[in-house]
């Protein structure tokens, strides 16, 4: 089963980071363009060009945010319907007769209420780890400080969290379940 949980997290953190990363890089790169045309389109030269790279620094990290938020949301339909190391993580209907269908096309309305409940998961889980790292600051860098706190901190905390909560996942959502394949 670590093998299962292993791959599983890792096909989810990959897709997750490029997914954040390629939607920062194009909003970023959108509100760049647009700023550069709005202020007149002036002649590439060293000073336009570093000041377009500050403002595409500085909306990348704001947009990380953002991507960051519709990654999640995006990279736990691709969990479903497939194996990893002989198992495979299932939705389930939410009906409510005694008897569970396993859907098997899944669409992003079939995912609120697993979502929801794993985003708790995650914020819980990642709040734990926080109170660990400050902790630690406090410690051993004898103060406290939160200049090791950024969105990037903040994304490697997710993706530890996200191996976590895909062990606690089926045992606190019904309607996800692991089964052989």
Do not use: P
Request: with cysteine; charged share 10%.
């Amino acid at each position: 089963m670590a093998k299962f949980y292993f791959y599983l997290w890792l096909q989810w953190a990959l897709r997750l980071s490029v997914t954040t990363l390629l939607l920062a890089t194009l909003f970023s790169s959108f509100i760049t363009l647009y700023l550069y045309v709005k202020e007149g389109s002036k002649l590439l030269d060293a000073a336009v060009v570093e000041a377009l790279w500050k403002i595409f620094h500085f909306w990348f990290m704001v947009s990380f945010t953002l991507a960051l938020l519709l990654a999640l949301f995006g990279s736990i339909k691709y969990i479903f319907n497939r194996c990893y190391n002989g198992y495979r993580v299932e939705l389930l209907s939410c009906s409510k007769s005694t008897t569970q269908s396993v859907v098997e096309v899944i669409g992003y309305g079939n995912l609120i209420k697993v979502w929801r409940k794993w985003l708790m998961l995650l914020i819980w889980l990642v709040g734990a780890q926080m109170v660990l790292l400050l902790a630690i600051n406090i410690l051993f860098m004898q103060g406290m400080s939160f200049a090791w706190f950024s969105i990037y901190t903040l994304c490697g905390a997710i993706l530890v969290a996200g191996y976590f909560s895909f062990i606690i996942l089926s045992a606190k959502c019904k309607q996800v379940r692991i089964r052989k394949c």
